[in-house]
């Protein structure tokens, strides 16, 4: 494959820079580093993937999967597979659950969600559920007909409410699914179809109201939608000013940050509690469903186009009282940095 060759730019410990091009071909979002110990001798770039529409963490940071369209992404060709990574990054099976092997059926895999052993995938109009251990196929919940009887193919996302409840994505027909996993025979119901979803893709569970929140394919929006299916648009582009483009994937990390990718323009914003927006990353070859893996706090990204993937390290936020002490690399995604460097590197500022 060749090397994608981007200009991206970093927040780092001397400010907003450029990345030259020779370090970009190993990796080209935000932070070149991985809180995972990640040496020099691999990259943190997996390549050699095939449409990888999502990258997805367990909730132990100890593995990663990523799907694989593989072809077109409503087709049902049954040839579309799921990567699997070890906590360090290394390929374990770059075909770990495939279609057409064995039982195994999946079209063109997309967003995921991992409860208990189970590693739930959307599929064009089908929620399929693997065991994580094995990839043995557990459980496939139909969508093609939705409760209220229109057809859908455009299964994009499916996040998990850490309690008993799946909540779907379906871009084509601007609705959101839920799917009860408290009965062992998965009760699928509506929550909501709406114009305002506008093309709803990437889906995350708000860490502090619980509440179900929705980025726009269509018109660039993020979206709070209650339990009970009240939606709320959080932020939308209006005449004047037009933040976002296509938004494909959000998710949030340990402190409450909210992140979100636009596709089409190539970057991932960050969302700060106080509703303090900034780009970490730009230049970016359409980074699609992305997630954070917040037991080691990295961003995990998807390149459709580019058919690659990334780990990236993220910055943590410093508190109040050490505004007056300089940043280290460990405030940056930098834990394998030993305090006497970051000494010696405070003694030469």
């Known amino acids: 494959m060749r090397p994608i060759r981007l200009r991206a730019t970093i927040d780092g410990p001397s400010g907003r820079r450029a990345l030259p091009r020779r370090i970009l071909t190993a990796a080209a979002a935000a932070f070149l580093v991985s809180a995972l110990g990640i040496s020099g001798a691999h990259a943190l770039q997996i390549k050699n993937l095939k449409s990888p529409q999502s990258f997805l963490a367990t909730p132990s940071g100890q ?14 060709d049954n040839n579309g597979f799921i990567t699997k990574l070890d906590k360090e990054g290394k390929l374990i099976e770059l075909e770990f659950i495939r ?5 195994t059926v999946l079209h063109a895999p997309k967003g995921m969600a991992i409860v208990g052993n189970v590693l739930y995938v959307v599929d064009i109009d089908t929620l399929r559920g693997f065991d994580v251990e094995s990839g043995r196929p557990l459980v496939a919940i139909s969508i093609a007909a939705d409760p209220v009887g229109e057809a859908t193919s455009g299964l994009t996302d499916v996040a998990f409410d850490g309690q008993h409840m799946l909540y779907v994505s379906d871009t084509d027909t601007n609705a959101i699914y839920r799917v009860d996993l408290a009965n062992e ?3 699928l119901s509506l929550l909501t179809r709406d114009e305002r979803l506008a093309g709803p893709r990437g889906l995350a569970v708000h ?10 394919w269509n ?5 709070d939608i209650s339990p009970a299916g009240v939606i709320e648009v959080l932020v939308s582009n209006s005449f004047f000013s037009r933040r976002f483009t296509n938004l494909d994937g959000v998710d949030f990390d340990t402190w409450g940050s909210m992140y ?3 596709f089409t323009a190539g970057k991932v914003w960050r ?12 230049y970016l070859p359409t980074p699609a469903d992305i997630s954070v893996d917040k037991a080691n706090h990295l961003i995990l990204v998807p390149y459709i186009y580019g058919n690659a993937a990334e780990i990236n390290g993220l910055e943590a936020p410093v508190q109040a009282n050490r505004k007056k002490k300089r940043r280290t690399l460990r405030d940056y995604g930098f834990p394998f940095m030993k305090p006497k460097v970051d000494q010696q590197r405070d003694g030469d500022e």
């Not at 593995?63 to 593989?70: A, D, G, L, M, P």
């Open 185 to 187: 025979g998965h009760t």
């Open 207 to 216: 860490p502090r109201t619980g509440h179900l929140i929705c980025v726009s």
């Open 99 to 103: 279609g057409g092997r064995g039982q």
């Open 260 to 262: 979100v990718s636009d």
């Open 271 to 282: 969302v700060t509690p106080d509703e303090n927006f900034k780009v970490i990353a730009e």
């Open 219 to 223: 018109q660039g929006s993020i979206i």
């Open 63 to 76: 593995i990663y999967f990523i799907t694989n369209v593989n072809g077109e992404a409503t087709e049902k």
